[in-house]
């Protein structure tokens, strides 16, 4: 079941794209996107999370924009308020928990770039809500303390949004906390090497080895039937 669904009046008024499982309800992930916004590619890897058998949702945190370049995405994002955005973001992982198999239980959360920040940030957030973190060239330096779900990190070798000490840093203090993260480093690539909508950076091969490293990781961390 494919649709679209209202999430929250909080900015941008936006919508959700939701995908269910032909076969039922199963395990909640949340998609958080980057700043090119809710994207025919992101809707793809939500359409891909439900064959897999998860119930899967995309919240729009851009109110319906898709920038065309780097800049408008940069301008875009500096009129909305992240005290907003962190609403949205919580609102959506009550929406997709609560069309899973599960509405009691943890949800897994992806995140793009910047939706990479965010679902780093839900999982310390709510950590009783977030059982699976998956982060794609993102990064946070927050207190990870109340953090419980493992962490899968996806990094790109040539990467001027994340630095070297950004990612060390990161890892470092998950470690030292004793939390469960796993990063894998792919070779000749660049930031949004995973998304199929940004030209010049979409690199096929390591988008597809990145996939298949999320699915075993949700799998392992949440069941399906699939």
Do not use: C
């Amino acid at each position: 079941m494919r649709e679209a669904v209202g999430v929250t009046e909080t900015p941008p008024p936006g919508s959700a794209y939701l995908v269910v499982p032909d076969t039922g309800p199963g395990p909640a992930v949340l998609v958080l996107h980057s700043w090119w916004g809710l994207t025919s590619g992101v809707k793809r890897l939500v359409e891909q999370l439900a064959d897999a058998g998860f119930t899967a949702l995309a919240p729009d945190l851009l109110g319906g924009a898709l920038p065309e370049d780097a800049e408008q995405a940069q301008t875009l994002l500096t009129g909305i308020d992240p005290n907003l955005t962190a609403s949205l973001v919580m609102s959506s992982l009550v929406a997709v928990r609560a069309h899973s198999s599960d509405p009691d239980g943890p949800a897994g959360v992806i995140g793009f770039s910047m939706g990479a920040s965010w679902a780093l940030w839900l999982g310390t957030r709510q950590p009783d809500s977030v059982r699976a973190v998956v982060s794609y060239y993102g990064a946070q330096n927050i207190d990870f303390s109340e953090l419980r779900a493992p962490v899968l990190g996806h990094f790109a070798e040539n990467d001027p949004l994340v630095t070297e000490d950004e990612l060390v840093e990161m890892q470092a203090q998950l470690l030292l906390l004793e939390k469960s993260v796993e990063v894998h480093r792919y070779p000749s690539t660049n930031h949004w090497f995973a998304e199929s909508d940004v030209e010049g950076h979409y690199q096929v091969g390591a988008a597809d080895q990145a996939w298949t490293r999320t699915l075993e990781f949700l799998k392992q961390h949440m069941p399906t039937d699939a």
